[in-house]
Nanobody, 122 residues
Framework: QVHLVESGGGLVQAGGSLRLSCAAS????????VSWYRQAPGKERELIAG???????RLADSVKGRFAISRDNAKNTSYLEMNNLKPEDTAVYYC????????????????WGQGTQVTVSS
């Protein structure tokens, strides 16, 4: 069994910064792609950042230049560094992780974090 724990959300003023973490634990052989999504009230869940196992990352245009995604494979943890936050960044942020549980797990499984609220005041 795999467990994902997100942390780092909170209330911040516009222009401020937050760092979200997504830590995986349990039956983990390897972690493939990690993605971060967000969902604002009344809106669809939006993919904003992704990083492959070798560290190649991509960011949505809406956060490019302000957010950065990274990972620490030794700690099974991914980070979303958010700078120059804007009120429109207010949302619940989720991590999504592709995990292989053993060397015999050829398909892997997708896991979601519980979500962490980010609120940016103007």
């Amino acid at each position: 069994q795999v467990h994902l724990v997100e942390s780092g959300g909170g209330l911040v003023q516009a222009g401020g910064s937050l760092r979200l973490s997504c830590a995986a634990s349990g039956s983990i052989f390897s972690i493939d792609a990690v993605s971060w999504y967000r969902q604002a009230p009344g809106k669809e869940r939006e993919l904003i950042a992704g990083i492959t196992e070798d560290g190649t990352s991509r960011l949505a245009d809406s956060v490019k230049g302000r957010f950065a995604i990274s990972r620490d494979n030794a700690k099974n943890t991914s980070y979303l560094e958010m700078n120059n936050l804007k009120p429109e960044d207010t949302a619940v942020y989720y991590c999504n992780v592709d995990i292989f549980s053993s060397e015999y797990d050829y398909e892997g499984s997708e896991y979601w974090g519980q979500g962490t609220q980010v609120t940016v005041s103007s």
